[in-house]
């Protein structure tokens, strides 16, 4: 149960740090490789490791994401997140629980680049080796109730987000998902239908139980 609500707590931190609309001040490097993450609707797989690290408790697990144009799916042992990025609804459900969350929370969070709505600075921090080649790393900061937070994002030259990061070092909070393993493949089954919230189509050699070499 303390699992569980944690990881609800962390999507709950991603999702409300940000809040609809255009993100100010940011330099026209970062807009760029935002629009770009935005813009992006290809078809792929990506295997890998969310870390997340509250008040010194570690409850980090494999995650795997599927895209296919504007549909994105989120798994993780404890949760399933779907989302239609051009329509900006997205639905959840996590384990232990029977009722299926809606919101625009959800699609922001999968869908490109969760900008905030007022950001303190934005940083084009250069490029970066990942599992497809050079890309492109940025850091976003802005308030989250107050307190200074901190959100890294690293985004390939197709606008694919290989890895995000959220840091509330006064919170004692820090989250990181990365990909591992990226493949255009998709495994079979209607991964976008809402349907299938209880279900896992990550195969089981990508449920890594512990973090995986890159």
Sequence with gaps: MVVRLLALSALVVVLAACTPGPAGDLSPQVAEVIARADANRSTYAAYGW???LFNKLDVSRWNARFSHGALRRDETASSVLIADC???????LFEGDEQIIKGKGIARALCGVDAPNVTLASIHAGQVPSPQGHADKIRLRSR???DLAESTYTVGADGVVLSRSLTIA???LRMETRA??????LPPGDLFDTSTL?????????RYASAPKT
Aim: net charge positive; charged share 30%.
């Design 50 to 52: 969310n870390e997340r």
């Design 86 to 92: 051009d329509a900006g609804m997205g639905f959840g």
């Design 170 to 172: 006064t919170r004692k």
């Design 198 to 206: 209880n279900r896992r189509f990550t195969p089981e050699r990508y």
């Design 144 to 146: 989250y109730y107050g």
């Design 180 to 185: 591992v393993v990226m493949t255009p493949n």
